[in-house]
C-alpha cells in the first residue's frame, strides 16, 4: 500500500497472545510487561524491530508460562511503529502488521520464545471480474446485516472507496469480526485472497441468520411467524 519494504529476519520473537491474530495492515496495540516479554522489547528495540504474533492454541494455560505452550504455526508478523517505556520498565506500543510467516522451528536458549521463520506468500486465484464481483457480495453481506455492531458496519463500508485489493481487504475485515479467535486463525492461514473472500462471506450470511434467530425467539408469542 505504498509502504517501502521491510526486511524480516529469519529469525524473529515471537509473542504468543490469547485471543489475539494479527493481520497485515492493522495496528495492534499492546502493553508488555512481563520480564521476559521486557527483555524481548530491548533485543527487538536494538534490532529490525520485527516481533512475531502466535495465537495460543485452546488448552494453553497450564504452560501459559513455559515454552511450550501451545501455538498455531502460521504467525502475523509486525512491525513496532511506536512505543515508550513506562515508569515501572513496562512497554506501552503499536504493532502494524506487515504480513504473515510459517513457523519453521523454535531457537532456544532466550527468556522469550524465538523462531525460524518463512515469509507465507499471498496471491489471488481469480481475475479482476470475480474479484470484483465477490468485493460487492461482501459488502452486500455487511449492509444492514443485523449481527454487525452500527459503527463496525459504517466503518466497514466506507472502506468501498478505499484503493484496496481483495486481499487488503479481506485482512482488514477479518481483523474486526466478531468470531471465535480460532475462525480468525484460519483466515490468516490462508493465502489465496479470494478463498479468504468467500469464507468472510459465509461467515457474515451465518452471522446474519443467527442474529435473525435469536431476534425470532426472543418476540413475544403473538409476533413470532407461524
Known amino acids: 500500500?505504498?509502504?517501502?519494504?521491510?526486511?524480516?529476519?529469519?529469525?524473529?520473537p515471537l509473542f504468543p497472545l490469547p485471543g489475539i491474530v494479527l493481520f497485515p495492515h492493522t495496528i495492534l496495540p499492546l502493553h508488555i510487561f512481563e520480564p521476559r516479554y521486557r527483555e524481548m522489547m530491548t533485543d527487538a528495540l536494538s534490532g529490525a524491530r520485527v516481533l512475531g504474533t502466535a495465537l495460543l492454541k485452546p488448552g494453553f494455560e497450564p504452560l501459559y508460562y513455559t515454552p511450550r505452550a501451545p501455538i498455531h504455526t502460521t504467525i502475523g508478523v509486525g512491525q513496532i511503529v511506536e512505543w515508550e517505556q513506562v515508569e515501572d520498565g513496562n512497554y506501552n506500543l503499536l504493532l502494524r502488521g506487515i504480513g504473515r510467516a510459517v513457523i519453521l522451528e523454535e531457537v532456544p536458549?532466550?527468556?522469550?520464545?524465538?523462531?525460524?521463520?518463512?515469509?507465507?506468500?499471498?496471491?489471488?486465484?481469480?481475475?479482476e471480474a470475480p474479484s470484483k464481483r465477490l468485493r460487492g457480495k461482501l459488502f452486500?453481506?455487511?449492509?444492514?446485516?443485523?449481527?454487525?455492531?452500527?459503527?463496525?458496519?459504517?466503518?466497514?463500508?466506507?472502506?468501498?472507496?478505499?484503493?484496496?485489493?481483495?486481499?487488503?481487504?479481506?485482512?482488514l475485515?477479518?481483523?474486526?469480526?466478531?468470531?471465535?479467535?480460532?475462525?480468525?486463525?484460519?483466515?490468516?492461514?490462508?493465502?489465496?485472497?479470494?478463498?479468504?473472500?468467500?469464507?468472510?462471506?459465509g461467515q457474515f450470511h451465518t452471522l446474519a441468520a443467527m442474529a435473525r434467530i435469536q431476534r425470532q425467539v426472543a418476540l413475544p408469542d403473538e409476533h413470532k411467524l407461524n
Request: aromatic share 4%.
Open 1 to 12: 500500500m505504498g509502504d517501502e519494504p521491510i526486511h524480516v529476519p529469519s529469525v524473529i
Open 173 to 201: 475485515l477479518a481483523a474486526g469480526l466478531p468470531a471465535e479467535p480460532e475462525l480468525r486463525q484460519c483466515l490468516l492461514d490462508e493465502p489465496d485472497a479470494f478463498t479468504r473472500g468467500r469464507m468472510l462471506l
Open 109 to 127: 536458549d532466550q527468556a522469550y520464545r524465538q523462531a525460524r521463520v518463512e515469509p507465507l506468500e499471498t496471491y489471488c486465484s481469480r481475475g
Open 140 to 171: 452486500g453481506a455487511i449492509r444492514e446485516n443485523p449481527a454487525l455492531d452500527r459503527i463496525l458496519r459504517k466503518n466497514w463500508l466506507r472502506l468501498r472507496d478505499a484503493p484496496l485489493d481483495l486481499g487488503e481487504l479481506a485482512d
